[in-house]
């Protein structure tokens, strides 16, 4: 007995594992993905609490009391900063000032000296 060939068979076959491959797929694949408006209003609202959580800690900074307090920068610190341009000091200004000098100590405190009579 030789057996008809039934294109109906083969076809039944591959849909089932067409279906199969398709279920695999779909258990595979994520329910939910991100598209370009997405990122975009997550991006703003990450932008926006970063806005808020700084100028609100700046604003807390500014409450405290005076050693605690944020510094005004000095223009000479940041001539880049200044508002009228870059402001350039002359030499004598930017040299670090003279330290004090001590007066000698008296014999009696010095420390006394390695030589043994």
Partial sequence: MTMAYDP???SKKL????????????????????????????LLGIYALLGVVYFGVNALLGTLPRPYQLRKIPPEMTPWLAPGGKVHLPE????????????PQPESRRAPSSKTK
């Fill in 15 to 42: 849909s089932k594992k067409a279906a199969q491959a398709q279920q695999i797929q779909e258990e595979l694949s994520p329910p939910w993905f991100p598209d370009a408006a997405w990122h975009l209003k997550t």
């Fill in 92 to 103: 004598e200004e930017l040299r670090a000032p003279e330290s004090p000098t001590l007066p």
């Fill in 8 to 10: 109906t068979s083969s």
